[in-house]
T-cell receptor, first 114, second 115 residues
Framework: NAGVTQTPKFQVLKTGQSMTLQCAQD?????MYWYRQDPGMGLRLIYY???????DKGEVPNGYNVSRLNKREFSLRLESAAPSQTSVYFC?????????????FGQGTRLTVV | AQTVTQSQPEMSVQEAETVTLSCTYD???????LFWYKQPPSRQMILVIR??????QNATENRFSVNFQKAAKSFSLKISDSQLGDTAMYFC????????????FGTGTLLAVQP
C-alpha cells in the first residue's frame, strides 16, 4: 500500500531554473494539498485541490503553480526558482467526507535553491 | 483567521516518564478538528491523535492522550511511559469542519527522550 508518493526526494536547483514536484496517491482521495516546511515555521499550505479539475491558493502561493492532472496526481511547479523557495515540500491527501479524519502525507522533497 | 501556537520549541523527558506538550489555538468556528502529528527524523508525518471539537471527551490512543479545553482553546498532548522511539518533532494542527482538510500547523515542539 503506497499511500502518497512524492518525487524526487532531494533536488538542488540554481536560481532561475524551473522544476516540477510530482505527487500521486492511491487511496482514491478527492482532496490533495501541497505544504512547505521551514525551520521554526511549521508547515504552511501552498495550494490545494478539493477535487479533480479544481485548485485553490493556500497561505503561501506566490512563486508556485499547480496542476491536478487527474484524481491521483497533483503536481507543484516552480517556474523560476528563488533561494527563498529552499524548503522541504510535502504533498498530502485526504478523504472528502466532511468528518476531517486524517491527512496522509508523502515523505517530502528537500529542495535547495542556490 | 485561525492560528495555532506551540510555545515550547524543545522539551526533554527521561525514558518511562510522562511529558505534556502544549498547544493553544484561536478560532471563531464552532465546528473544527484538532490533531497532533509526529515527525521523526525520517521526515514522515504521522498522525498521533485527533479530537473533534464537538466531543467533550478527551481522545486517547494507547500511551497518547489529550487535554482538550474548548473554552480556553487549549489542546495539550500527554505522552505516558515515554519511549526512545517517541523522539521526534510534534506538530499541533487545526482544521475547520468541512469537505477539505486544510491544516493550520503550529511551529512544532522537538521532543527528546533520554535513556
Amino acid at each position: 500500500n503506497a499511500g502518497v508518493t512524492q518525487t524526487p526526494k532531494f533536488q538542488v536547483l540554481k536560481t532561475g531554473q524551473s522544476m516540477t514536484l510530482q505527487c500521486a496517491q492511491d487511496m482514491n482521495h478527492n482532496s490533495m494539498y501541497w505544504y512547505r516546511q521551514d525551520p521554526g515555521m511549521g508547515l504552511r499550505l501552498i495550494y490545494y485541490s478539493a477535487s479533480e479539475g479544481t485548485t485553490d491558493k493556500g497561505e503561501v502561493p506566490n512563486g508556485y503553480n499547480v496542476s491536478r492532472l487527474n484524481k491521483r496526481e497533483f503536481s507543484l511547479r516552480l517556474e523560476s526558482a528563488a533561494p527563498s523557495q529552499t524548503s522541504v515540500y510535502f504533498c498530502a491527501s485526504s478523504e472528502d467526507t466532511g468528518k476531517n479524519t486524517e491527512a496522509f502525507f508523502g515523505q517530502g522533497t528537500r529542495l535547495t535553491v542556490v | 483567521a485561525q492560528t495555532v501556537t506551540q510555545s515550547q520549541p524543545e522539551m526533554s523527558v527521561q525514558e518511562a516518564e510522562t511529558v505534556t506538550l502544549s498547544c493553544t489555538y484561536d478560532t471563531s468556528e464552532n465546528n473544527y478538528y484538532l490533531f497532533w502529528y509526529k515527525q521523526p527524523p525520517s521526515r514522515q508525518m504521522i498522525l498521533v491523535i485527533r479530537q473533534e471539537a464537538y466531543k467533550q471527551q478527551n481522545a486517547t490512543e494507547n500511551r497518547f492522550s489529550v487535554n482538550f479545553q474548548k473554552a480556553a482553546k487549549s489542546f495539550s498532548l500527554k505522552i505516558s511511559d515515554s519511549q526512545l522511539g517517541d523522539t521526534a518533532m510534534y506538530f499541533c494542527a487545526f482544521t475547520r469542519g468541512g469537505a477539505t482538510n486544510k491544516l493550520i500547523f503550529g511551529t512544532g515542539t522537538l521532543l527528546a527522550v533520554q535513556p
